[in-house]
């Protein structure tokens, strides 16, 4: 059994071939694989980690493609389900080198939000010691509550959790029910990463502290905001700091919090107690991620961006 599983969407990326320029502007455009959950278990796997994609693709080509690259790249896919009653899902996306997107979804419905309940193996679930989730596969029926019951068996086997809200409100039919949704799950996570961008709509505060008491409060053992270039932040309650970030020359920003996520997992599995964490050790860890999202901004496509181990090694010992 996968010693870590991720639970979401799994689509198929067609990405700018320009970058700075808008959908409508765009040229031409690259298919990629795509979807947060499905890429921070390849980046597990590729840092060495034994990971499992729990998910649903459509019985289509895109779907099949999907399957071979999260195999090729050693992600277990026993529960990824082959819809046959939808699509898999396509997101057309224009990129920008200041981090920002341009994203429009396909989705109406598309496979991944068809995952229902009753294609959750509890037995598999339980056996993870480390269970990734984000907010996405919230947004709609079945997935909600396919998503939720993972969660939930996933606590009670006593996995680490750990939720990347990634929020994309267009996928949402209201703000207010996105918010909802999104803080429903947060009372299960042991770790919490939420981007600058997503901070001020997800806390509704621009008061950190606020932020951070209410987030803490529902049980998290360690918050992580990153903020882009200029690196991130975290707490674990008695140990705070920033980690600067890495300046380097950006070919595409698509995927980089995915890979800083997988590497700072990787990271925690080496410890049994977050909140015990001191410094000193909390900014390794997030230097190591630092380095991770860094590399994953040089190359082109989100999973053959996310690196390795030595690759991060090597980027750390030239710093």
């Known amino acids: 059994m996968p010693k870590a599983l991720c639970i979401g969407e799994l689509l198929i990326d067609f990405v700018s071939t320009t970058p700075d320029v808008s959908l409508a502007e765009a040229p031409g455009f690259v298919k990629a694989p795509g979807g947060a959950p499905a890429n921070v278990a390849v980046g597990l796997a590729k840092l060495g980690i034994d990971a499992g994609f729990i998910g649903k693709v459509g019985a289509d080509a895109f779907g099949d493609f999907l399957r071979e690259v999260l195999q090729q790249n050693n992600v277990d896919t026993t529960y990824l389900i082959a819809g046959e009653t939808s699509r898999t899902t396509l997101a057309f996306v224009a990129t920008r080198s200041d981090g920002m997107k341009d ?18 193996d509890i037995d598999y679930v339980q056996s993870t010691e480390l269970f990734h989730y984000g907010s996405v596969s ?32 267009m996928l949402w039919d209201d703000a207010d029910n996105a918010k909802r949704w999104i803080w429903e799950v947060m009372p299960y996570a042991d770790v ?37 270039e200029r690196g991130c932040y975290y707490t674990n309650g008695s140990a705070t700091g920033f980690v600067d970030g890495f300046i380097v020359n950006v070919v595409d920003t698509l995927g980089a919090g995915d890979a800083f996520v997988a590497a700072m997992l990787s990271q925690l599995t080496q410890h049994t107690d977050l909140t015990s964490l001191e410094k000193i050790q909390l900014d390794a860890v997030m230097r190591y991620a630092n380095a991770a999202g860094a590399l994953a901004t040089q190359k082109v496509g989100v999973i053959p961006s996310l690196p390795t181990p030595l690759e991060i090694e090597s980027f750390l010992q030239r710093r």
Do not use: C, M
């Open 103 to 120: 994203i429009t979804f396909y989705r109406h419905p598309g496979a991944d939000i068809q995952l229902a309940p009753d294609e959750i």
């Open 138 to 169: 919230l947004s709609h029926s079945p997935s909600r509550e396919a998503t939720l019951h993972a969660i939930r068996s996933a606590k009670a086997g006593g996995a680490r959790l750990s939720y990347d809200p990634n929020l994309r409100l």
């Open 192 to 228: 919490v990463k939420i981007s600058e961008e997503e901070w001020e709509f997800i806390t509704n505060d621009v008061d950190l502290n606020r932020g951070i008491e209410r987030i803490l409060g529902l049980g998290a053992q360690l918050l992580v905001v990153t903020l882009g």
